[in-house]
Nanobody, 124 residues
């Protein structure tokens, strides 16, 4: 139905930057919101940010606001996550997710489709 593929993860030192990409394919007309979640070792998966595919509204977790920027390219069915001023606590597996709900939600239960995840490691 819908396939999400993340890319762009890697190892970076604190203060550095990374840009993640998530390409969606399949029946993407049913997707209204795309977002990013992350899961650090030993912790639960948490909401990072999301964007409305149509209106462009965004939402960010307080922990990343001002450092991360989510953007979209609807023509390419792709969402991006620009991560600046990275901190060691940003280390996690980052997952792209897609939701058929027309407004941004911050719980993973509202997202139906998920990517495979990409590892982001920030060293001190």
């Amino acid at each position: 139905q819908v396939q999400l593929v993340e890319s762009g993860g890697g190892l970076v030192q604190a203060g550095g930057s990374l840009r993640l990409s998530c390409a969606a394919s399949g029946r993407t007309l049913n997707i209204y919101v795309m977002g990013w979640f992350r899961q650090a070792p030993g912790k639960e998966r948490e909401f990072v940010c999301a964007i409305n595919r149509i209106g462009g509204d965004t939402s960010y977790a307080d922990s990343v606001k001002g450092r991360f920027t989510i953007s979209r390219d609807n023509a390419k069915n792709t969402v991006y996550l620009q991560m600046n001023s990275l901190k060691p606590e940003d280390t996690a597996v980052y997952y792209c997710a897609a939701s058929p709900i027309g407004t941004i939600r911050t719980t993973g239960n509202d997202y139906i489709y998920w990517g495979q995840g990409t590892q982001v490691t920030v060293s001190s």
